[in-house]
Each structure stands twice: as structure tokens, then as C-alpha cells.
């Protein structure tokens, strides 16, 4: 007899969702996101795609923007942190707060796949086997649950728009 695929995020009637993660799936994406709150006061290169080029071709004008702008995208991501941090542990979160963890787990994914070298097609490069296929297991976990975000996320759209 087949499986039924667990849907740990879902929408109730109310507009909320639900969210039914286990204690050590909590305490894994508490801790990617205090690991990437840590990350985002150094300067590491890990955290680059976080940040993209806004001007390729003018290196001055990047920078310009880096001046103006830097603080506005730190806040968000410190923004988006803050509410993963106070709802992990709720069964019930709004759509608002939901989508706050969509942000949080996509940049920690980020990091991570810049951290794998991993390349357009998903696929990492190959390097210290330990350590990558630890990373490697989160990110996958953390994609999964990503997928159930814009699954649940998905589901609010209304009728014809959920392509």
C-alpha cells in the first residue's frame, strides 16, 4: 500500500496555516537561521547570492548601489530571521509569518548551494565528502520544506492565477 505523502504545512479555513514539523526539524531550521544571522555580520563569501550584482557592467555604479541600498536588504533579511525565530515553535502561523519563513529558508539554501559550489542544474561540486554531504542532506531538507511553503502559499492564490 502506497504512502501518503506527509504535508507538514497547510492552510486551514481561517486563512492560517498549520504547521506540524517535528522538534528536530524545528530545532534544524532554528538553527540554520541563527547560523545565517551570524553569517550575514561577516563578510564571507558564502553569502554573496544574498546580495547579487545589481550592475555588471559598472563596477562603480554597483558599489553606489551597495552604498545606498546594503542596509534596506540587511534589514529585510534580519527582518525575515526575526519572525522565523519567534514562530518556530507554533503550530498555527499567518500567511505573512509563513511567507517570512519562505525568505529565511530560501537564503539559508542559498548560502548553502554557495557553500556546495552547487551550479545552475542543482548539482554540487565535489569536495570534502563529510561535510558536503551533511550540507548537501540540509539543503535538500530545507528545499523540501520550501516546497511545502509555496505548495501551502500556493493554495491562498486565488482560482486561475495558480499556474
Same mark, same amino acid.
Given at each position: 500500500?502506497?504512502?501518503?505523502?506527509?504535508?507538514?504545512?497547510?492552510?486551514?479555513?481561517?486563512?492560517?496555516?498549520?504547521?506540524?514539523?517535528?522538534?528536530?526539524?524545528?530545532?534544524?531550521?532554528?538553527?540554520?537561521?541563527?547560523?545565517?544571522?551570524?553569517?550575514?555580520?561577516?563578510?564571507?563569501?558564502?553569502?554573496?547570492?544574498?546580495?547579487?550584482?545589481?550592475?555588471?557592467?559598472?563596477?562603480?555604479?554597483?558599489?553606489?548601489?551597495?552604498?545606498?541600498?546594503?542596509?534596506?536588504?540587511?534589514?529585510?533579511?534580519?527582518?525575515?530571521?526575526?519572525?522565523?525565530?519567534?514562530?518556530?515553535?507554533?503550530?498555527?502561523?499567518?500567511?505573512?509569518?509563513?511567507?517570512?519563513?519562505?525568505?529565511?529558508?530560501?537564503?539559508?539554501?542559498?548560502?548553502?548551494?554557495?557553500?556546495? @559550489?552547487?551550479?545552475?542544474?542543482?548539482?554540487?561540486?565535489?569536495?570534502?565528502? @563529510?561535510?558536503?554531504?551533511?550540507?548537501?542532506?540540509?539543503?535538500?531538507?530545507?528545499?523540501?520544506?520550501?516546497?511545502?511553503?509555496?505548495?501551502?502559499?500556493?493554495?491562498?492564490?486565488?482560482?486561475?492565477?495558480?499556474?
Amino acid at each position: 500500500m502506497p504512502t501518503r505523502w506527509r504535508r507538514p504545512i497547510r492552510r486551514q479555513g481561517d486563512g492560517r496555516f498549520r504547521i506540524e514539523l517535528t522538534e528536530p526539524e524545528r530545532d534544524l531550521i532554528a538553527s540554520a537561521g541563527q547560523q545565517l544571522r551570524e553569517l550575514l555580520f561577516t563578510d564571507s563569501p558564502v553569502i554573496r547570492r544574498l546580495f547579487p550584482t545589481a550592475y555588471t557592467e559598472d563596477p562603480q555604479a554597483d558599489q553606489a548601489y551597495r552604498d545606498r541600498q546594503g542596509m534596506a536588504l540587511l534589514d529585510v533579511r534580519f527582518r525575515s530571521l526575526d519572525v522565523l525565530d519567534d514562530t518556530i515553535r507554533a503550530e498555527i502561523v499567518t500567511e505573512e509569518q509563513l511567507t517570512e519563513w519562505m525568505q529565511s529558508i530560501n537564503a539559508v539554501r542559498l548560502v548553502i548551494g554557495t557553500a556546495l @559550489d552547487v551550479d545552475e542544474h542543482g548539482e554540487p561540486s565535489a569536495a570534502d565528502q @563529510d561535510e558536503q554531504q551533511q550540507l548537501l542532506a540540509y539543503y535538500e531538507i530545507l528545499g523540501m520544506l520550501l516546497m511545502q511553503i509555496v505548495h501551502a502559499l500556493r493554495d491562498s492564490l486565488p482560482p486561475g492565477s495558480r499556474r
